[in-house]
């Protein structure tokens, strides 16, 4: 989503985040998601400079690839 967002849409970097997660996360009402703070899942996807994915971790557990 990241990605395309920045590719097709032209949005800068730091909204394309903010959209794929903390706004994806409230409507979709996931009130344990979307936000990097105490209470919530932790969960984190790393991107390289070309957005693609270099790492994730899931309630702060890092996943295999």
Known sequence: AVKNLIDLAGAPPHSAAFSA????????NLSR???LAAGYEANVVLMNEAFEVE?????GQQQPR
């Open 33 to 35: 998601q979307g936000r």
């Open 21 to 28: 997660s903390t706004t994806a996360a409230d409507l979709l």
């Open 55 to 59: 790492a994730v971790w899931i309630r």
